[in-house]
């Protein structure tokens, strides 16, 4: 069993940065692929990036690519999502997500942290 658990959302204006962090406890994350994924009031979860286990492969949403970095910290059992040149359509409830490989698929995601708040605005 895997518990995440997200933080370093908040209030950013437009063109800020922000970082979030993804603590997983319970057992080692080793071995899992994670994900990033957020939703809007009314809307479906998106995917907005994703990274193997050792690190060496990420994937982004055509939305944040060029402006997101996911990484993470093994050591740390930690993942992070580097958001920068924030746009308001970014707000939204951010979610960490762990799997057994990279994916951009919701149902393909084992362990879900409770979300983070980001909101973009001037």
């Known amino acids: 069993q895997v518990q995440l658990v997200e933080s370093g959302g908040g209030l950013v204006h437009p063109g800020g940065s922000l970082r979030l962090s993804c603590a997983a406890s319970?057992?080692?994350?080793?071995?899992?692929?994670m994900g990033w994924f957020r939703q809007e009031p009314g809307k479906e979860r998106e995917f907005v990036a994703s990274i193997t286990w050792g690190g060496g492969i990420r994937y982004y949403a055509d939305s944040v690519k060029g402006r997101f970095t996911i990484f993470r910290d093994g050591a740390k059992n930690t993942v992070y999502l580097q958001m920068n040149s924030l746009e308001l359509e970014d707000t939204a409830v951010y979610y960490c997500?762990?799997?057994?490989?990279?994916?951009?698929?919701?149902?393909?995601?084992?362990?879900w942290g409770q979300g983070t708040q980001v909101t973009v605005s001037s």
């Open positions: 997500a762990a799997g057994p490989a990279t994916s951009t698929v919701i149902e393909e995601y084992d362990y």
């Open positions: 319970g057992r080692t994350f080793s071995g899992y692929a």
